[in-house]
Structure formats: C-alpha cells, structure tokens
C-alpha cells in the first residue's frame, strides 16, 4: 500500500514511524523548508527557544508515553529531566498556590488547605483517577464520556478552589474553562501530577529523534499539498507543486479544515461531513515572548487576575533563565493587516504583555529576544484561526462531534491533536489508534 502523510510536524513524523514498524515506506509532504511544525526548537543569539513544548506529563516510567516513547525507540534518544521541586506556581487572586509532583501530596494540600472541601477533594480527585487511564486501544476510546469539568466539579464550592482544579484545562483549552471535557482532563490533570518531565532541547530533541528513527519515509520540504483528489472510491491521488501522485491512502495530520477544502466535488453525504467539521469550535490563540530573564526561574509561574498571563523557563544561559512568556491573543486581531501593521501590532502586543508580567512578579531585567503572535501559529500548523491547541476540546465536542482517525472520506484518515486530543499525548494518541486502520505487513 502507497501511504501519504500530510504534514511533517509531531504528528506526520510520528505516523511515519509506526507506519515503517507495520511494513510500510510513507511519504511526508510539509510545506514548510523544515519539519517539526509548533514542536520544534529555534536559535536567536545562540540561544535555544522552545516553540510549542514546554513540558508534559505521562512521561514518568510506566506511564503512557514514557511507555510509547520505549516502544518506539524514542526513550533512549532523549533526556528526560524533573522539575526541581514544584513544577507550576499558580497566583490566583493574590494568593500563591504550588503545584508538587505528586497526585497524592496536591490532594494532602489541598485538603488542608480547604478542610470544608475535604470530602469533596477526595471524591473528585477518586473520579480522576478513575478516568486517568490512558489507552490506545479502540475498545476503549469508542466509550464516549459526555461529562464536562464543571459537573464534576459540583460539589466543590470554594471560587478559588475550583480555579485551582480548572488550571488545568489551559493545557488544552482554555483557563478555567468549565465545559472542558473531563475525560481528557482526568488524563491530564492525574498524568501531569504524577509524571511531569522536561525534555533537554526541548521539543526540538523530540523531532530529531524522530527523524532520525526513520529509515524508509520518503521526506518532500517545501512541498505544498493543494489539492485532494477523490472518485466514487474515495480519495486516489494529490497534488503537489503542480504535480499529481497517486495513493492507496493519504493520512492528513494538519487541520480538518484545511484538510477538507483540498477537496473537490464532495458528495452529499461527504459534504455535510464537511459541514460539521467547519462547525467545530477552535481552541484560544496565544502571543509568544522569547526572553531571557536575570532572575532564576525553575517553576512555570501562572498569574490568574483580569487576563492570563504565564512564564514557562526552559533552561539557563549564561547565568540567565531561557523562558517564554505565554498571554491570550486574537487571531482577529491580525489577520487582515498590511505587513506595516502588523510590525506596530505586535511591537504593541509585546510590550503590553511585557510590562503585565513586570508588574506581576520581581523577574529583574527581562531581554525579549523574539515573539509570535497567532499567525505565526497558524503558518507553522496551517490550522484554523492560530488556535494554540486545535479543534476545542469541550464535553459537547467530544461526545457529540468527536473527530475519528477514520473520515467519512473512503481512503483519507486524520491524525495530530484535532481528533483525540491535543498536545504530546494526544498525536501519540491519535497516531496509534490511526495504525488499527493499517494491517501489518508480514
């Protein structure tokens, strides 16, 4: 079978890779001049910047992708580092709240640091832990749990506590964000508690290990799909820099939607797929800052007052912390400004966010190095709309208009962080569950 992926970032890599362990010789077109998409690293002024990744949990032994990573062969060829310590800082309101590396010990803080709630911590931290699990197996992911964070979250009454709890949505929605799908945040919240880790080189390392795990995936740069062509059979070929290829089935990791306008003459049933797809609500889009800060950072730090705002440290150079700070931004914003225009707009944006996070915390002299704003995003993903995480990752999406790795498209199948879930577990995810689709190859 001839297989084309779409899409050379994390997820069109990583299908690559299990797709050569079935058998199969794929091959990647990204549009870009490099692979690696959001996830990968960049230099300025020597420099090393994460993009996309900063940290992720389920990357403690035996948990899922510490486990997915040894199956492939990843493991061996990255550094996985702990936090020193607490790994998130939350400032809520004007107080402080620690985040530790252990699902137990938050629980134990928690409790008594809200003791009219503590019955009603115990019950929800037993409903995490009960949908924490994390499976690849198709059994299991066709179990649609329709619960959002917030019905969870009933009995628990406290403003600031249930905030605490919400934070964890933004790594893969939004803050505080009731309507998130519990499914998937018991996932994150348990996963990330108990097996937080850094990556050394960040999510750069990641690429290169993939890349270099690849023997037989052909990899085309520079290489634009336009358009997808189907028959009554399903889809057959695409076109790329003007030129068609023929394909047994094509596997596309950029968004749905942009996947889906490749394609022409839609029947019926194939358009009002079409239609529910560009239904989807996307996720929130972000401004970047690639700083250097004077001060020693070793915990991301979140600041919840009228607006979000973070600072997520990397690594140190030269005596000073590697950090980006992270803040909510519209794509809107941007989208139809003249290149003048959108020079000032983000020279604007950057030093407002600048002097928030001043204001916040003593970080001492702060250098900005480089910054993004949500078009970057959205060149590097060829999303929709800059959305930092995909297709909106709500209960009534999940339940109601899941995204499977098989479409309604004979031939044409999806995976990245749009179908199952988002970020670094959700494209080893979704990646995985797709290979069901594929026989081995004896």
Sequence with gaps: MNIAIIGGGLSGLLCALMLEKRGYSPTIYE???????????????????????????ALAEKQYLYNSMQDLGLLEKLQLEKYDGVFDILNIEGEVFEVPQSSSLFQAQLQERFPTEKDAIATFFEKCYESSIISSKPEEFVKIDSRSVGD???????????????????????????EASFDFYAKIFINMLDGTRKIEEGGGAIISALQNSLMTTKIKKRSEVTEIILDEDGVNALVCNNERFSYDAIVSTVHPKTTLNMLQNLNKKQSRYKHHVEDLEESPSFFSIFCLIENEIVSNIYFYEDEFISVLPSRTYEGKTVATILAGSKYSEYENLSKSEYKLKKEQECAYHLERVKKLYDFGEIEVIDSSTPLTKQHYSNGAEGSIYGVLCSAKQKSLSVLMPRTRVNNLYFAGENIIAPGLIGAFLGAEILMNYFEEKK
């Design 152 to 178: 969870v979250l009933k009995d628990i009454k406290n403003t600031k506590l249930r905030k605490i709890f919400l934070h964890f949505t933004i790594f893969y929605a939004t803050a505080f964000f009731e």
């Design 31 to 57: 549009r870009l001049p490099k692979i690696g998409g959001v996830l990968d690293s960049f230099k300025r002024k020597q420099v090393l910047f994460d993009i996309g990744f900063h940290y992720s949990g």
